[in-house]
């Protein structure tokens, strides 16, 4: 094969890494609906403070992070331009969170979040030209 069809061969299959990531987003989703079914109070409060939002945010909260969830994964699944901007907007977001709440009070967590948002952040980036070459071809 030449060198053209072979780079078209390899943009037409969906990184691995891409999939993990969408596959977990859509698993979290899935946690976040069960979890509004079954203890919203309470995970409503988790989810809310991990996105720097008081803990007596409503239960709507979950559908809300689980549409976002959804959103994120169908976009990398996709592998569309929305998909890559809409993630990348989110990552930055909860990433910076998770920052702040990091030196405010050091939990494992938060630090686990913000190094999650960056790993994925420049994970995709490395990866971007998957999501903007043409899909006429």
């Given at each position: 094969m030449k060198g053209k069809e072979?780079?078209?061969?390899?943009?037409?299959?969906k990184p691995v890494g891409v999939i993990?990531?969408?596959g977990f987003y859509a698993f979290g989703a899935i946690i976040l609906f069960f979890f509004f079914v079954t203890d919203p109070l309470y995970a409503s409060s988790l989810i809310a403070e991990r996105h720097g939002l008081p803990s007596t945010t409503g239960s709507w909260i979950l559908l809300l992070?689980?549409?976002?969830?959804?959103?994120?994964a169908w976009g990398l699944f996709s592998l569309s331009r929305w998909g890559f901007i809409f993630t990348q907007a989110?990552?930055?977001?909860?990433?910076?969170?998770?920052?702040f709440l990091s030196r405010?009070?050091?939990t494992t967590i938060e630090v686990g979040n913000f190094i999650w948002a960056l790993l994925v952040i420049f994970y995709l980036l490395l990866i971007r030209k998957q999501f903007f070459v043409s899909k006429l071809s």
């Open positions: 072979m780079s078209l061969i390899k943009l037409n299959h993990l990531i969408s992070v689980g549409a976002i969830a959804l959103l994120i989110y990552l930055v977001y909860f990433g910076v969170v998770s920052l405010e009070q050091f």
